[in-house]
């Protein structure tokens, strides 16, 4: 045991992170947003690819009406790969990163969520050191979650919590294809 007393930290907005291989990432961030809603908070909610589906969430939020709001600002699945990025995919994550990055300093919003951005960091088209620089300068309160795979070690590094999402089994692996409610 150490001599040392812990003093708790007074409040201040959390950095989070969801990542890995494995299905919820999205949906603990949905789920997070739920809560804060429900004690008063502001939340917004930035889909970086999604776009050209229709998701079951896009639906659930509007109840809320501006305090949880949620945009799609992609069109989908984004080519990668050897395929070098589309120009529009790149103009749309540049346009999202521009309106998450404005929304963040604001401190309009007490929750911001950054869904998919780990992959726009990932593919390249986003660059993580912007990112890093926004998050160390949002006002002292915002809270922000990150989601995708791989997380960037530079984002992992000042995140306050980061939780990883690993597959032990899943429905497609029986050939089950993803349902409506529960993939989207």
Known sequence: MSDVAVEPQSRKGLILINTGPGKGKTTAALGTGLRAVGVGMRVLMLQFLKGSWHYGELDAVQPFGESFVLKQMGRGFVKIGGAETDPED???VDEAWREASEAIL???WDLVILDEINYTIGYG????AKVRETLLARPEMVHVI????????SLVEIADT???MRE???AYQK????QRGIEY
């Open 90 to 92: 790149q103009r749309l």
């Open 106 to 108: 604001s401190g309009e």
């Open 125 to 128: 088209m986003l660059d993580p």
């Open 146 to 153: 990150l989601t995708g795979r791989n997380a960037h070690p």
């Open 162 to 164: 980061v939780t990883e």
């Open 168 to 170: 032990v089994k899943h």
């Open 175 to 178: 050939g089950i294809q993803a």
